[in-house]
C-alpha cells in the first residue's frame, strides 16, 4: 500500500545556513542509489569484488551500528530497536525488511529479505550479488543488539535475477568488533 505519509521525512529537522539535516539528533544526507552504486562499480574495477564488498560491508556496519546504538541509550528494548530500524531502513529508501529465524533452536541464524533494495536495482544485472552495503547493515544491527559479532552473507540478490535479496547472518565470536 502506498502512503505519501512517512515519518522519517517528517522528522527530519533542515538548518539552511549550516545546509544540513538531522534525524533525532543525527546527521543524515539524502544521495541517490546512482551515486553510491557508481561508488561501487569504480572501486570493484579497480580494486576487485572482494575489496569492494568488504568497503561497502564497513560501511553499512558502522552507519548502523551508531544508529542501533543510539536507539538503545534512549530506551528502547532490543526488540523495539530491531523494529525501528526495519521500520526506519525502509522510510529511508532502503527497502522493504522482513525478518526470518532460521535453523534449529539454539543456532543463532537469522535470515533476512529485503525488497526493492535501492542498490541492486541502481545497480542492474550482475554475475554476483551486489548489496554488501546492506550485508554490512545488518550485521551491525545484529551486532550491536547481540552483543556478539554476527557476519553476514548475502545468498540470492535482485541483481543475479531473484525476486529480492536475502541475507544470512551467523555468530562469528563472543564480542564485537574492533572499529
Partial sequence: MKTKHNPVLEALQFDS?????????TRYMLIRPETVVEIQ???EEKFGVETTREIFYRSGFRGTSLTTQKLLNNGFTSEQCLKEMFRMGGHLGWGKFILRNVGQKGENKIEVIVL?????????PSTHPVCAMLCGALAG???TLKGRLYKCEETACFSTNHPGCTFLLTIQGSGKPAG
Fill in 17 to 25: 545556513e549550516a545546509g544540513s539535516l538531522d534525524f533525532h539528533g
Fill in 41 to 43: 562499480k569504480v572501486i
Fill in 116 to 124: 526493492a533494495s535501492p542498490f541492486a536495482r541502481a545497480f542492474g
Fill in 141 to 143: 544491527i545484529f551486532t
